[in-house]
């Protein structure tokens, strides 16, 4: 069975960390400060699509938005839980949902029995936050899934051994007596007979 391998900045050749870090600067470039038809063009989307990432782009940048994942056992639509950092707010309990149109970002929710739905929302975000959080969450979430292979990849390749057969009597035979010390001392100490005046 072949495993897949990904190098990290330290173990790829120089050239290929020139070359990811020149088409990186190029996409900022593009992104950030070319002409929105050359940024259309060059992502393959139409004019709104390319106002709206370059709307989002700013914002992000103005507002250090930073979403941190943490990926869950999927509960129905519910696929992770994060953690979203907003310049200095840090704001937890966002939701990560896999919903018909993709994945996004529920805000945080407290129970709220006079509320539609039996919750109501602890923050809210405009549509152009929104749609930076939307981006970060598919990211921190695919980051998050990427580790949770690699732990599971690194746990299957490890070996346990297990200990001498010796070594697991003794274990157990000081469990035991620990467990027949431990009732014992829980034992109530047997009544004394005596004269009562």
């Known amino acids: ?20 870090q020149a088409a990186q600067d190029h996409d ?3 992104l950030t400060e070319a002409p929105i038809a050359e940024m259309a063009e060059a992502f393959n989307m139409d004019i709104d699509s ?17 979403v941190n994942v943490r990926a869950i056992e999927p509960r129905g639509k519910l696929i992770g839980l994060a953690e979203v950092k907003i310049g200095g707010l840090k704001v937890d309990d966002f939701k990560v949902f896999n919903g018909d149109e993709g994945l996004f970002l529920g805000p945080p929710s407290v129970r709220d029995s006079s509320a539609r739905g039996g919750f ?7 549509n152009d936050l929104q749609e930076v959080l939307n981006s970060k969450a598919l990211d921190g979430y695919n980051a998050a899934r ?18 001498p057969i010796r070594e697991q009597m003794a274990e157990a035979g000081q469990e035991a007596a620990k467990a027949n010390a431990d009732r014992q001392a829980a034992r109530p100490a047997p009544a004394r007979a005596g004269n009562d005046r």
């Open 50 to 66: 390319a106002v709206q990432a370059r709307v989002n782009a700013a914002v992000e940048a103005a507002l250090g938005v930073e």
């Open 1 to 20: 069975m072949a495993r897949a391998t990904t190098k990290t900045t330290e173990q790829a050749a120089p050239a290929e960390v020139d070359a990811a």
């Open 146 to 163: 990427d580790k949770l292979v690699a732990r599971a990849a690194a746990a299957q390749a490890m070996t346990v051994k297990p200990k």
């Open 120 to 126: 109501r929302r602890t923050a809210r975000a405009d």
């Open 28 to 30: 900022y470039y593009l």
